[in-house]
């Protein structure tokens, strides 16, 4: 025991947080859960960290984890974050903005944002974390997400925790910036020590690493070191728009069953009238938004395969003016 806590990180702290509420209340008198020392040399781990966050630095690197999106260097975070989702320093900006200080526990998020750098302070890897409130059944099958929703009817927070995610569910993408052409292994490691001293110290049930690739083997293989668990999600994707042909390659690229759908749009497209909102255009009337918002629940309401909380009413009326 000794030696796999020490592997893992895991200290008599974190397993009392864990396990604690499981012995009955009338025998936790004199009662502690305890990693028992090493049975031959060696002290069992001070700390709840992982193995990569007990370690000293590589010599030369630094690591710098900051609060808020307002302290990053945009023109060094920019042009390795901001294409990964809405990971802009003006879209955290933003989304700071949206989930900070609200009333209900899924509307109000916290931020870490992590540089790590290598000798002569170039960065070496980025990313970000937010804790936030987080549906347990979230990829679950949608029937058990279906029941789940029935009874929270009654307890709107049954079979919910905060967790530490990387990126936030503001955003879609890969939310982890390594240069793969250094020691990358190393700067990984240095990352999810911060990750495991954060997500003690946020007091959270779990870590979700999302969105990573899912052909990466060398990715997989050292996550499955550590004891994670791969869930699969449903595919992205992306078409790049811009010549003439772009429709006819939407439709050649959708499924059979939607390809009918969309070749009907594009033979009625002249029937369509286009509206710019947003800083780019006309103000967003509040009744338009209210019912764009409405159209969104209507679709969330039916769509469980990823179960997540809505996102708030406020945001739809608010983007169009954020210049992302």
Known sequence: LPRVAAEHGVTEASLEALFG???????????????????????????????????????????????????????????????????????????????RGRGRPEENWEFRYVVVRGPGRAPVAMTYFTRCRFKDDMFMQERVSQEVERLREADPYLLTSDVLMLGSMLSEGDHLWIDRSGPWREALEVLHGVAMRQAEAWGV??????????????????????????????????LEVGDAEWEEKRIRAAGR??????????????????????????PLD???????????????????????????????????????
């Open 257 to 282: 069953r939607s390809r009918g759908i969309l070749e009907g749009l594009a033979a009625a497209s002249g029937a369509y009238r286009t509206h710019v909102y947003g800083v780019h255009g006309a």
């Open 205 to 238: 049930s779990s870590v979700v690493l999302r969105d990573l690739p899912g052909d990466d083997a060398e990715l997989d293989g050292w996550m499955r070191r550590r004891d994670y668990v791969k869930v699969p999600l449903l595919d992205t994707h992306r």
């Open 21 to 99: 509420d499981a012995i009955p209340a009338e025998s936790r008198e004199g009662m502690r859960l305890r990693v028992p020392a090493p049975a031959s040399g060696g002290t069992a781990p001070a700390r709840a960290t992982a193995a990569s966050a007990g370690k000293a630095l590589p010599e030369g690197w630094t690591v710098e984890v900051l609060e808020s999106a307002e302290e990053l260097d945009g023109a060094e975070w920019d042009p390795r974050m901001g294409g990964r989702g809405a990971s802009s320093r003006e879209a955290l900006r933003v989304a700071e903005r949206f989930f």
């Open 286 to 324: 509040p009744a338009l938004a209210r019912h764009l918002y409405g159209l969104y629940r209507e679709v969330a309401g039916r769509k469980l395969r990823i179960n997540t909380f809505p996102l708030p009413p406020h945001l739809v009326a608010a983007l169009p003016a954020c210049p992302l």
